[in-house]
């Protein structure tokens, strides 16, 4: 059965992915929209046999589909080849990616091992300073001197960076978060000065763990959340609680907290738009569903606990 390659290029375009030249008979990975440099976040699996069909995976957007070529409806037999078809691409499908999260994880270890403490005088404690956040005493943020930086346009730039160990839930290492800055300790001048890298697992549930959960009055332990690292660190300031990054909105409504906790304080941001809100606010429900005792704390005025930490200060 002949494949209308133009309907098929719709399909995926309208599923976010960019596919470029649609390639039939193994799993393909592509750009999808919003995607930059080398990320590919769909992925597409043609079957170009007697009964044409292409499903597809946008991660970025969470989205999936099926494409069928034929318009007649399908029988049952159809209807089984179809589900034949989706089992043998998902199966595809979780090879690729395990095998790119191993490639992945042998980067990231050495990356990471090559990465230098932060001190008060290297330039991401300099970037700390500047925002009267202090160093924190902990091994998950470290420092490089010169990290490339690649362009949209193929060329490279070269930066000193505070590097942030995100692992998963059990503490297995799967994403470093790149914070580009100068050698004074000003974020640098690129269009995006924050990135994750590739990941080497899921992200699900994962964070940036800045400190150990700390033993309450009462016994219990006790530990909070925020979203990005600078708000973590000030939210550990003003709280004395130790306080882990969730790197965003989503990261934090779905964090997952480590086994032993009873108290989870989450410090939400307030934004104009709801979303740090409602983010904290989902989390504080899964939280309690799972038998924690669960505060969302959110500063007085919009923005995060950074904006706060120096709001309070200059009050003084």
């Not at 930086?149 to 692992?167: E, K």
């Amino acid at each position: 059965m002949m494949i209308d390659y133009q309907l098929l290029r719709l399909a995926l375009t309208a599923g976010g992915l960019i596919p470029g030249d649609i390639e039939a008979g193994r799993l393909i990975r592509c750009k999808v929209e919003g995607d930059h440099g080398g990320k590919k976040s769909g992925a597409y699996r043609l079957f170009d046999d007697d009964l044409p069909a292409c499903p597809w995976w946008n991660w970025k957007a969470g989205t999936s589909g099926v494409w069928v070529s034929d318009d007649r409806p399908l029988t049952d037999a159809d209807r089984i080849r179809h589900r034949q078809m989706v089992e043998q691409a998902r199966r595809e499908r979780e090879l690729e990616q395990a095998a790119q999260w191993a490639k992945n994880r042998d980067y990231l270890a050495r990356f990471w091992g090559e990465a230098a403490p932060l001190t008060p005088d290297c330039a991401a404690g300099l970037y700390l300073a500047r925002r009267g956040l202090p160093v924190p005493t902990s091994d998950a943020l470290r420092f490089v001197p010169g990290l490339d930086y690649w362009h949209d346009d193929g060329n490279v730039s070269v930066h000193p960076a505070m590097l942030a160990a995100v692992t998963s839930p059990d503490g297995v290492l799967v994403a470093l978060h790149r914070t580009y800055l100068t050698d004074d300790g000003h974020k640098a001048s690129v269009p995006t000065v924050k990135k994750l890298t590739r990941t080497a697992g899921s992200m699900a549930g994962a964070s940036i763990k800045l400190g150990a959960p700390v033993l309450r009055p009462d016994g219990q332990l006790g530990l909070a959340v925020a979203e990005g690292i600078e708000t973590a660190i000030a939210a550990a300031v003003l709280t004395g609680v130790p306080t882990w990054s969730c790197v965003s909105a989503h990261g934090l409504e779905a964090f997952t907290p480590p086994p032993g906790v009873h108290s989870l304080y989450i410090m939400g941001d307030h934004d104009e738009s709801g979303t740090g809100q409602k983010a904290a606010a989902g989390l504080a429900k899964r939280a309690a569903a799972a038998g924690l005792v669960a505060r969302v704390l959110l500063p007085d005025a919009v923005g995060d606990w950074a904006d706060e930490l120096i709001s309070r200060r200059a009050a003084v």
